[in-house]
């Protein structure tokens, strides 16, 4: 039986990209986007090879919007919480919309698909979310974007701890690559230093859904931040405590 596996965010950059990869791994896929229009277009290429693709369409900063669509699902293997949104400002410009966006997509939005959807997970499934440096390091101008981040590697850690004994893996991945939503950050950086830091020279999304539905997936490992950033690969250690 073909595995089911859900992803967010799924009509443009790293959700595409991993829209197009899965299709074509035996999987039964379920995309979720909050624009009709543009879902259908992907539903349709990605149908031209024969593949039967499932889609799914709400705001996910819509709780009771995602439990009324999310209930349609009978059970899921994968869930990807790969939705997510920018608004860059510095601290003190940071306008209260940002914040509330930013926190509201990327962190409170990945919670409203988890929470509905968790109970319907089958034995050996995975919760993968796709968090950032910026929630690792933290990022100037990103005070909003680095927090919703970091709370998801705090989500990873906890709900891998909590969900071991229903054989349920968590990760979490922190994706290096250039997309729609990268492409302005990117933009402002080498205006500002001439050229790229090194760690800016990113991969694809191709890359990245690569690595997730080739390498993630079959993961035994539960409770991990990944990297990925073209060819190199990773992961994070977590922090440890120094005595002063």
Known sequence: MRKKILITGATRGIGWALAKKAAVTDLNVFLQGRNPQL?????????KNNIEIHTICFDIRDRSAAQKELEKISD??????????????????????????VLATNLTGAFNITKVLTPKLNKNGQIIFLTSQSGLLGNAGQSNYSAAKAGL?????????????????????????????????LKKLEVKYGSL????????????????????????????????????KGYWSKPQYNSL
């Not at 919480?81 to 410009?93: E, L, R, T």
């Open 39 to 47: 879902l259908a277009e992907r539903k349709k290429f990605l149908e």
């Open 197 to 232: 830091p090194s760690e800016w020279h990113l991969g694809s999304a191709d890359d990245v859904a690569d690595f997730i539905i080739d390498e993630i997936l079959p993961t035994k490992r539960t409770g991990t931040v990944f990297a990925v950033n073209g060819n190199k």
């Open 153 to 185: 590697v705090g989500l990873t850690y906890t709900l891998a701890k909590e969900l071991q004994r229903f054989s349920i893996r968590v990760n979490a991945v922190s994706p290096g690559a250039l997309t729609e939503m990268t492409a302005p950050v």
């Open 76 to 101: 899921i293997d994968y869930i990807i919480n790969n939705a997510g949104i920018v608004a860059d400002n510095w601290w003190g410009k940071m306008k209260t919309k940002q914040w509330d966006d």
